[in-house]
């Protein structure tokens, strides 16, 4: 069984610190992504990774994929309350043959005016 | 619209009952997938469909559960005898196989089990 953990799991910060979330796992995966989910919708992706020590950057969020494909991170920087709701990294493929994404258990990111 | 969409979005139901769960994917997307999310937690896979057929039922918890997409398109997913652990957010997924895996997820349809 492939599990992906994440933390921290709760994040409360002021609007212009910046923070880093974890997604750490025991097992390879061929593709790593980064979903935002707001209350009541469903998760939304904003990036995926692919390549071992691959980084991605999308405006202030840097995602990087660890060199095994074990592991990745979100780095946010200079936060803002726009950016508050849940954050979950999910891994495809590895050991697992089929087509479904493995979540990790979320970051619940609030950021303060 | 152009998106997934899930009916209804909350349901309410008493123990024991039954109860179907549907997912309109995005027009054109052959694999349909459908997930678990408990309050707190991140989703958990239950069903993958390629077409019309169950391509992956690992992920459902019991013989209680069971889903089907009898023309490829929509999908139900419909759960027997509810318990009050069933009370979760379902969601649904689809994607075009085969293009870098990006599932599209609905908004869910939340289960209450009184």
């Known amino acids: 069984t492939q599990l992906l953990e994440q933390s921290p799991q709760f994040l409360s910060i002021q609007e212009g610190e910046n923070l880093t979330v974890y997604c750490n796992s025991s097992?390879?995966?061929?593709?790593l992504q980064w979903y935002r989910q707001e209350p009541g919708e469903g998760p939304v992706l904003l990036v995926t990774?692919?390549?071992?020590?691959e980084v991605k950057k999308l405006k202030r969020l840097t995602f990087q994929f660890g060199d095994a494909r074990k592991d990745s991170s979100l780095h946010i920087t200079a936060a803002q309350p726009g950016d508050t709701g849940l954050y979950l990294c999910a891994g495809a493929g590895g050991d697992n043959a089929g087509n479904m994404l493995t979540f990790g258990g979320g970051t619940r990111l609030m950021v303060k005016p | 619209g152009a998106g997934v969409s899930q009916t209804p979005s909350n349901k309410v139901t008493e123990k024991g009952k039954y109860v179907e769960l549907r997912c309109d994917p995005i027009s054109g997307h052959t694999a349909l997938y459908w997930y678990r999310q408990s309050l707190g937690q991140g989703p958990e896979f239950l069903i993958y469909?390629?077409?019309?057929?169950?391509?992956?039922d690992s992920g459902l918890p019991n013989d209680r559960f069971f889903a089907v997409r009898p023309e490829g398109s929509v999908s139900t997913l419909k759960i027997q005898r509810t318990e009050r652990g069933d009370s979760a957010v379902y969601l649904c997924?689809?994607?075009?196989f085969g293009q870098g895996n990006e599932q599209f997820f609905g908004p869910g349809t939340r289960l209450t089990v009184l």
């Open positions: 097992s390879v995966f061929s593709s």
């Open positions: 990774v692919v390549t071992g020590g």
């Open positions: 997924a689809s994607s075009r």
């Open positions: 469909f390629q077409g019309t057929g169950a391509a992956d």
